[in-house]
């Protein structure tokens, strides 16, 4: 349960590959769409150079009959020992986190981009807590 929240989640879904979508039993579905590697090029305060991350895009589609709010959706990436993965925003990231709401029928992508280590690529786990209404959908596999 998420804080502040009185109930539990009411749509479930089980755990799925990073190359497989996480569906829900509303029909609502959540998937890794692409990941590509890049550097971190940015000078400056909070900024470091030659740090490699992953840049995921995720694609949510809403085939339930409510709508969902997407301001309060939290992502959480661990690497293969389970230990947090930091995110970045670096400029030449160019992240675009879920916000508004995704109506029924509607579909919306983000950006997302994390420091994953050279040794926890081929195992991460990815937990995407989008709203109180479906529990969080993981993701368990390689980023390639």
């Known amino acids: 349960m998420r804080p502040g929240s009185t109930e539990a989640p009411s749509h479930t879904a089980e755990p799925a590959s990073t190359s497989e979508p996480v569906s829900y039993t509303d029909g609502v579905t959540l998937q890794i769409m692409d990941v590509t590697w890049a550097e971190e090029t940015s000078q400056g305060p909070g900024s ?12 949510l589609a809403n085939a339930s009959d409510t709508a969902i709010d997407l301001g309060t959706a939290v992502l959480t990436l661990l690497d293969q020992t389970s230990g947090a993965v930091p995110r970045v925003y670096a400029a030449e990231a160019d992240v675009q986190d879920f916000s508004g709401t995704l109506e029924p029928g509607e579909t919306t992508t983000a950006v997302y981009a994390f420091a994953v280590p050279d040794e926890s690529r081929s195992q991460i786990t990815l937990v995407v807590d989008f709203d109180a209404t479906h529990t969080s959908a993981v993701f368990r596999g390689a980023l390639s």
């Open 48 to 59: 470091f150079p030659g740090r490699p991350y992953a840049r995921l895009t995720l694609r």
